[in-house]
């Protein structure tokens, strides 16, 4: 096949026909038009035409010896590019249901014998223009992809970027400012040493100061663990799912429960640090706006794929409605995370009718111990 550069600019047709007679009086009913005309006398040659000329259109007559217009047109079709390629058929009156079988090769249009030349003409010009069509919408259909691609690849760097940010304040939080606020707690108590020591009375004072910070050291280290779970690295994905679920019913009253199946020690940390946030999000979301008496999650890994299921029953609501992502960030981040591991995630709520939220993540051979 002719490289793109080597096309004629002019649209390319093949005239099929046996009959030399019918090939040029094609030709001279179309070459007013400015088409590049190649003529075939079977279907063979026609076939061998398609594969060195990269035709726009392909004129083919039924009846032809070697291989017939039936048989060409249906093997066209199975050739690269040959499905989007409009073939005309030609068809005499008397030859049975042949306009039928014309379309069941793949035909896009017939004309009937004898030819009349305008008739000839408009259906040439309409499927050519319909080729048109589909070659442009075949080019926006690859710029399609290749934004596609180009946005999941700035999302998977955004998604990275933000997990990096997430770590590095959580170090900043426990190392530095932990540290500093030991440090002051632990002069404040020698402090405290030295004055109820020497009798001055400042000790509730102190007392309170100290009970503020040790109250501030835990609430950091509790950010810090909310940013990045260093247990994530060290205890893995379920005992970190346990303690968040754990907490979640300490702080709220909530019954709550935790199922699963299966390893994860192997897990790839994309998908251990993707499916560790959707599960945050999809309990702080129960915490925020379900007023749920119950919430269940579910951890099922297998060599195929890993499964998490997070159900509540509470009020539910519309996953439809306000899809404002300025307003509502937490389930489009899920769904991003997910389709970045080529996974598949429902939402499945209704009012009244409490939430559920399933994700699946393909493991692809991950569980055979890459990480
Ligand atoms: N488990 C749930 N029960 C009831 N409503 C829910 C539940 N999960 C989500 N919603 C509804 O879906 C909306 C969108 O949730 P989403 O997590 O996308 O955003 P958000 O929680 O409002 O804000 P954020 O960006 O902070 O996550 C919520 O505002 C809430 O109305
Ligand atoms: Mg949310």
Redesign the pocket.
Known sequence: MPAESEKPDKPVIIITDDRRGTRHMIRNILAPDGYHLLEAENGREALDLYNSSQPDLVLLDIMMPVMDGLEACTRLKQLPGGNHVPVLMFTGYDEGNEVEKAFEAGASDFINKPVNGEELRHRVNRLLYLRKLEVQRQAAEVKLQSSYTTIQSLSRKVLNAYEEERVRLARELHDEVGMALTTLKLNLQLLNRDLSDKGFAHEERLKSSIAYINNLISAIRNKAVFLRPPSLDELGLVAVVDNMVNELSRHTGMGTALQTNGQYEKLPVEIETALYRCIQ??L???A???S?TNVSVKLDCNRQDVLVKVT?D????D?R??SDTV???????MKERVALLSGDIAIN?SPGK??EIIITIPLDGYGDGKR
Not at 314 to 317: A, D, K, P, R
């Open positions: 999000e999809a702080t979301n129960v925020r706006h379900a749920a509540d509470g009020i539910g609501f996953p409605g306000d307003k509502h960030l937490g389930l489009q981040g709520s409490g939430t």
